[in-house]
């Protein structure tokens, strides 16, 4: 398969998964209905979603409008969620995946991924939904559930129909590894962090080892952290100018040229966009090639930067540090 082709097929089920979707990470609720009817009727299959998201219910409007006017089927728009940490124990995971779906208003998901390997202490949703990462008492709690209990419930939600696919996310090498001694139904995605400050070649070779697909989050690197204060001071991707130098050499926005890298790479991507244009250029990048020079400069910003670890909600602790 050619890095241009718009779908991988996913080696289970073979159903496939388009290569660029839409990712629903800060969609303002207010917007997201329309957003994400827009982003269909733009042309993208893919909803990348969570319960973390909080717009779920938005999400799912959006996704049942375009459906009614006749812009997509159901069975044409990849949807896919995530189990969130305080619902890991083999009694939470069915209920929380089934109330998602009533949120969005839908009958399965293509793919529901565990979103990150660690397990906190159940919050009842109607105390705090989505209750983030600290109890009611503003603190974090792990609990004693190891994911091979969670996976086992994953595969029953294949089982019922629930899910088509499940994965995983925010995993390395070896519980990645270990999740597929046991499994009974293979892992199928693997979504991690992945840009030019942090490229993941090993992890990336060890999940096609494994037959799983990676999908690349946060592709603009710092750009999506600013607004949470959470860039640690990385230059923009953006406006570096390798890749500007690079985007107007092959007539790009710097936004495309980053998406073409992991996209050349092999990998799926999520972009975000509130902004319609924006959103629109982010889904334009499977038409044309970057010279292998360029993706190999452009590999060589690694700087092993990760912006997503929770371990910095905890430092003094250490409780949550999963990537360690
Ligand atoms: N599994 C996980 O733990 C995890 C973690 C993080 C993200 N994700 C998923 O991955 C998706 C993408 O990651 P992300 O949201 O972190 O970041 P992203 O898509 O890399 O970047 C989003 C940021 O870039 C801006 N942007 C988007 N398109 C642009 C363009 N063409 N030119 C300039 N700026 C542009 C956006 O601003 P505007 O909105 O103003 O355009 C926003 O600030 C998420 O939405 C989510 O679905 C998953």
């Not at 289970?12 to 207010?30: A, E, H, I, N, S």
């Not at 409007?61 to 812009?71: H, Q, V």
């Not at 962090?193 to 037959?211: M, N, R």
């Not at 204060?229 to 890749?243: H, R, W």
């Amino acid at each position: 398969m050619t890095t241009n082709a718009t779908a991988i097929a996913l080696k289970r089920t073979g159903q496939l998964m388009p290569r660029v979707g839409f990712g629903l990470w800060k969609v303002d609720r207010p917007t997201c209905a329309t957003t994400v009817y827009n982003a269909l009727k733009a042309g993208y299959r893919l909803l990348d979603g969570a319960g973390d998201y909080g717009n779920e219910k938005e999400a799912g409007e959006g996704l049942r409008r375009a459906i009614a006017d006749g812009i997509v089927k159901r069975e044409e728009v990849f949807v896919t969620s995530k189990l969130w940490n305080t619902y890991h124990e083999r009694h939470q995971v069915k209920t929380i995946a089934k109330k998602q779906l009533e949120l969005w208003g839908i009958e399965y998901f293509d793919l529901y991924l565990i979103h990150f390997p660690i397990s906190l202490e159940y919050v009842k949703p109607e105390d705090k939904y989505p209750p983030e990462w600290w109890g009611l008492d503003g603190k974090i709690h792990t609990i004693n559930v190891p994911l091979r209990e969670t996976w086992e419930v994953m595969e029953e939600l294949v089982d019922d129909g629930l899910a088509k696919n499940i994965g995983l996310s925010n995993t390395q090498g070896s519980l990645l590894i270990d999740v597929t001694r046991y499994a009974r139904i293979q892992p199928q995605v693997l979504q991690v962090e992945i840009h030019p400050y942090l490229t993941q070649e090993a992890l990336v070779k060890q999940a096609e080892l494994l037959g799983i697909v990676v999908t690349a989050y946060s592709s603009f690197g710092p750009q999506s952290y600013v607004e949470l204060g959470g860039d640690k001071g990385a230059a923009g991707l953006l406006s570096l100018d390798l890749v500007t130098g690079i985007a107007s050499r092959v007539n790009k926005t710097p936004a495309q040229v980053l998406l073409r890298w992991a996209v050349q790479r092999g990998l799926a991507v999520i972009p975000k966009s509130n902004n319609h244009d924006r959103l629109v250029s982010n889904l334009q990048v499977t038409s044309f090639e970057l010279p292998a020079e360029d993706v190999k400069a452009i590999s060589s910003l690694n700087i092993g930067l990760r912006l997503n670890d929770p371990f910095d909600l905890d430092p003094n602790q250490g409780t949550l540090a999963i990537f360690a």
